[in-house]
């Protein structure tokens, strides 16, 4: 059977377009960790949505199991096959044309398989501005984007990628296809079908076009480093900006102690901008727009050193300086990956509950795993932190080991913690494999329930990502 299916692609594709030598198929069966790999039954490279469509109906013919990848930078290891060498992984990195772009409608419609970086590029060269932003924005595909309904640094002004969609284009489990690619700001004609898909993680079909929404260029812009004693402070800090600011205030990400000294150690060239600071917590914050922004941002910042909030605060004097500062944030993932062994945790709380919630959870995982190296990152202004783990440093060079052994305790303390305070255990990254069965744990039964009779109705064979997202 796998022959036929093998022959039958070639037939749809050409054989230059379905990999199976072990070399070729290497880069897509590993995700971007390093930590989750398997084997497939093959790789196809499909050029055109007809393409896709005869993939998956073939696939379906077959009953074999469909693992669409875009850029593969997914965190939680949904975008690669199982260790079973009986998937086929279907990468849209062919598919990369722009259709269409309106500056005055506000819409660029895009393969799914262009990297954001490119989306933004465009939407640059017509004057407008696509502002997603994402550390891993040279290599994700918008497909991706979609299908894990990414965050990043502009969520806290523009929203999820979900908020910026207008239209999408999906083949369906049954290689049937949805034209859905309106560009819309108005259409109450019934369930929002686009939704089902953004944030399916490929689950219920192949996403292979989108409208996404484009906005007026802010290319004026304040940015600072500050450093602030504690994360009450941080959030305190938010307010103030909030107040001065107004919708201004874009960008607003908190950075602590040991997730900076990572960067310092790895990212080459990086330096400390607040050198003689001796705060654990640093915000980056930025203000967007089209005039001069520095005033609002220095009358925030002063009130805050007033009332103790503030201990030093490094404001970008030019485009240089800016870049550096942001390179220090987005190395973060980076830099911790070169250490080895990392427990990733995504988790939103309730804004108000953020600075009391690090606090509790600080001292149960020391006792769990003394020594464990808390790198405390991301999207404060969401309630989003990037609650990363890595090893103790000990003597005999064994703390990953010990990261690894103590994985379940401390990540069932810090979802049992997040699922009290009325929080998510995945802000940003989705489930994948990894998170599947935690976030079923955590969620009600009739919301299970609801998630499977979405999934039954739309892929009954269960061929589309099995595994990922659902237990
Ligand atoms: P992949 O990794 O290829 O796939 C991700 C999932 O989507 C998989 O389940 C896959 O099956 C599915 N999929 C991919 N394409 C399609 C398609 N066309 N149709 C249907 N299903 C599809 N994420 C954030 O949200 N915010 C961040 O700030 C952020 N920062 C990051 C920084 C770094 C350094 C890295 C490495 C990752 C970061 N990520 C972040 C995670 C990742 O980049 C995002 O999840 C991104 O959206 C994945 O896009 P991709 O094209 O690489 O998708
Ligand atoms: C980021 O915001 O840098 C990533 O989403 C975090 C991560 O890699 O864990
Ligand atoms: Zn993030």
């Not at 022959?7 to 897509?28: F, K, P």
């Not at 998956?56 to 469909?66: K, N, Q, T, Y």
């Not at 689950?203 to 600072?224: D, E, K, N, Q, S």
């Not at 050193?305 to 605060?313: H, I, S, T």
Request: with cysteine; glycine share 12%; hydrophobic share 45%.
């Amino acid at each position: 059977m796998s022959d036929d299916l093998l022959q039958r692609l070639r037939e749809a594709l050409g054989t230059q377009h379905v990999l199976t030598d072990e070399s070729d198929v290497a880069a897509y069966i590993v995700d971007w960790t390093g930590a989750h790999s398997g084997r497939a039954l093959a790789v196809v490279r499909p050029g055109s949505t007809e393409e896709v469509a005869d993939v998956v109906a073939a696939c379906h013919r077959a009953g074999v199991a469909i693992v669409p990848q875009g850029g593969n930078t997914g965190l939680v290891a949904g975008g690669v096959p199982d260790g079973s060498g009986n998937q086929v992984v279907l990468s849209l990195g062919r598919m990369r044309a722009i259709r269409d772009i309106d500056p005055v409608a506000g819409t660029i419609t895009v393969e799914a398989g262009v990297v954001l970086a490119d989306v933004q590029a465009a939407a640059a060269a017509a004057g407008r501005l696509f502002p997603m932003s994402l550390g891993s924005e040279g290599s994700c595909t918008i497909g991706g984007n979609l299908s894990t309904n990414a965050g990043g640094t502009a969520v806290l002004r523009y929203g999820m990628t979900r908020e910026l969609a207008l239209g999408l284009e999906v083949v369906l489990p049954d290689g049937r296809v949805w034209d859905g690619l309106r560009g819309l700001r108005k259409d109450n004609t019934g369930y929002s079908l686009k939704d089902v898909f953004i944030g399916a993680e490929g689950t219920l079909g192949v996403i292979t076009a989108a409208v996404m929404r484009l906005f007026p260029p802010t290319p004026v812009r304040a940015t600072a480093w500050v450093s602030v004693p504690d994360t009450a402070s941080a959030v305190t800090l938010l307010g103030l900006v909030q107040a001065h600011a107004g919708a201004h205030l874009a960008t607003y990400e908190i950075v602590n102690r040991a997730a900076l000294d990572l960067v310092l150690t790895h990212l080459p060239g990086a330096r400390d901008p607040a050198p003689g600071a001796t705060s654990d917590w640093a915000v980056l914050v930025e203000l967007a727009g089209t005039s001069d922004l520095d005033a609002p941002l220095e009358a925030a910042l002063g009130e805050a050193v007033e009332q103790g909030l503030v201990e030093d605060a490094a404001f970008a004097g030019s485009s240089a300086q800016r870049s550096t500062l942001w390179a220090l944030r987005e190395g973060i993932s980076e830099a911790q990956k070169v250490e080895g062994a990392t427990l990733k945790h995504d988790v939103t709380l309730p804004i108000a509950d953020l600075a009391l919630w690090t606090d509790r959870i600080t001292p149960i995982l020391e006792s769990i795993l003394p020594g464990v190296r808390l790198v405390t990152y991301g999207h404060v202004g969401d309630g989003n932190l990037h609650f990363n783990l890595s090893p103790p440093v000990v003597d005999g060079g064994n703390g990953g080991d010990a990261l690894l052994a103590a994985a379940g305790e401390l990540t069932s303390a810090i979802y049992d913690s997040v699922a009290a305070a009325r929080g998510s255990i995945s802000a940003e990254h989705g489930l994948g494999s990894t998170k599947a069965a935690a976030a079923a744990s955590y969620k009600s039964q009739v919301e299970v329930d609801l998630m499977r009779a979405i999934k039954d109705a739309l892929d009954p064979q269960g061929l589309m990502n099995p595994g990922t997202l659902l237990a």
